[in-house]
């Protein structure tokens, strides 16, 4: 059983290191492609709307479920992965070949939603979304998301609990608002169990990003041979403490922070790699506490993770503080 569970925490942190390297790839061929969302990156304000945009969604996602409306949820996401698809696959495919590509995917999830396929669309929608904020949210702002996604991500779980109820409605529409992470070659969740499925609900939370499940662990009752065993990390767990990865690669200037010149990361600094270390510190922090059995919210030790590493980083460059912070 430890190595099962070992084997899945360092799948957990290998789903996390590819949303990260993905989008560390495709900072400097989005920016080039013009993909880049807002007109001034260093405002603060940019921050202020998604965050708003965020309890605008969630609100809208708890009413739907409220009153049985999953499909209009369920189109939603699958519209969002045909259109983060299409960024990451536009700027490696022809233009016929990426729609393809995204239109496929998106209709693998809807007719065999196995853990790996929703896995990989997540890898691909995570690497997406944060390369594309990355770009958009200067240092400041992507700070300043990351610490009050934090903060709501710790009173929506501890506090007013109602990510506990989104969390709920989203696990039963196995699609790739998070990552599944099996403790057994043999799970399935296509075959898993309505009892199964309740039980990863208790166990389950949502994290600040308007809809992702935080870190939550389910186990079976059943003798070990029988065991259909998963944990579940939110993508959005993985996107927004990525954003201010991105962002330390993309905003940090090169004659503070030059490239490491790692083959494939034109862009990865040493403030970009320690938010990147930073955020594993947190990842295995907050699986280490799931794993004994009772969910965490997980953006604060994420972010906070992010966070702190990517200041390490930056100060160690020689970067004054306040320069660092975005000012």
């Given at each position: 059983?430890?190595?099962?569970?070992?084997?899945?925490?360092?799948?957990?942190?290998?789903?996390?290191?590819?949303?990260?390297?993905?989008?560390l790839?495709?900072v400097?061929?989005?920016?080039?492609?013009?993909?880049?969302?807002?007109?001034?990156?260093?405002?603060?304000?940019?921050?202020?709307?998604y965050?708003?945009?965020?309890?605008?969604a969630?609100?809208?996602?708890?009413?739907?479920?409220k009153f049985?409306?999953?499909?209009?949820?369920?189109?939603?996401?699958?519209?969002?992965?045909v259109?983060?698809?299409?960024?990451?696959?536009?700027?490696?495919?022809?233009?016929?070949?990426?729609?393809?590509?995204?239109?496929?995917?998106?209709?693998?999830?809807v007719?065999?939603?196995?853990?790996?396929?929703i896995?990989?669309?997540?890898?691909?929608?995570g690497?997406?979304?944060a390369g594309?904020?990355g770009?958009?949210?200067?240092?400041?702002?992507?700070?300043?998301?990351?610490?009050?996604?934090?903060?709501?991500?710790?009173i929506?779980?501890?506090?007013?609990?109602?990510?506990?109820?989104?969390?709920a409605?989203v696990?039963?529409?196995?699609?790739?608002?998070?990552?599944?992470?099996?403790?057994?070659?043999s799970?399935?969740l296509?075959?898993?169990?309505?009892?199964a499925?309740?039980?990863?609900?208790?166990d389950?939370e949502?994290?600040?990003?308007?809809g992702?499940?935080d870190?939550?662990?389910?186990?079976?009752d059943?003798?070990?041979?029988?065991?259909?065993?998963?944990?579940?990390?939110?993508?959005?767990?993985?996107?927004?403490?990525?954003?201010?990865?991105?962002?330390?690669?993309?905003?940090?200037?090169?004659?503070?922070?030059?490239?490491?010149?790692?083959?494939?990361?034109?862009?990865?600094?040493?403030?970009?790699?320690?938010a990147?270390?930073?955020?594993?510190a947190?990842?295995f922090?907050?699986?280490?506490?799931?794993?004994?059995?009772?969910p965490?919210?997980?953006?604060?030790?994420?972010?906070?993770?992010a966070?702190?590493?990517?200041?390490?980083?930056?100060l160690?460059?020689?970067?004054?503080?306040?320069s660092?912070?975005?000012?």
């Amino acid at each position: 059983m430890r190595r099962r569970v070992a084997a899945a925490v360092g799948f957990a942190a290998l789903l996390f290191l590819l949303v990260q390297l993905g989008a560390l790839a495709l900072v400097p061929t989005f920016y080039e492609s013009g993909y880049q969302t807002v007109e001034d990156p260093t405002d603060p304000a940019n921050s202020l709307v998604y965050i708003g945009a965020i309890l605008v969604a969630t609100a809208l996602m708890l009413a739907a479920f409220k009153f049985d409306l999953d499909w209009i949820v369920r189109g939603f996401v699958v519209l969002a992965t045909v259109s983060l698809a299409w960024y990451v696959f536009s700027v490696l495919l022809p233009p016929l070949a990426a729609v393809g590509a995204s239109i496929g995917l998106a209709a693998l999830l809807v007719v065999h939603p196995e853990w790996y396929v929703i896995d990989a669309a997540g890898v691909v929608m995570g690497a997406g979304a944060a390369g594309l904020f990355g770009i958009s949210f200067g240092l400041l702002p992507a700070i300043l998301l990351l610490a009050v996604l934090a903060v709501y991500d710790a009173i929506s779980v501890y506090g007013t609990e109602h990510m506990l109820d989104l969390a709920a409605g989203v696990m039963d529409l196995k699609l790739p608002v998070v990552l599944v992470v099996p403790t057994t070659l043999s799970y399935s969740l296509r075959d898993a169990t309505a009892e199964a499925l309740a039980q990863s609900e208790d166990d389950e939370e949502v994290d600040g990003d308007g809809g992702d499940a935080d870190a939550g662990n389910t186990e079976d009752d059943t003798d070990d041979d029988d065991v259909r065993d998963a944990f579940f990390v939110g993508l959005g767990d993985a996107v927004i403490p990525t954003v201010l990865v991105a962002s330390a690669a993309f905003f940090v200037p090169a004659s503070a922070a030059p490239s490491l010149g790692v083959p494939g990361l034109p862009a990865l600094n040493l403030p970009a790699l320690t938010a990147m270390i930073g955020t594993f510190a947190g990842l295995f922090t907050l699986l280490w506490m799931v794993l004994k059995g009772r969910p965490h919210a997980g953006l604060p030790l994420l972010n906070g993770g992010a966070i702190g590493g990517y200041l390490v980083g930056a100060l160690a460059s020689g970067i004054p503080l306040l320069s660092a912070l975005g000012f």
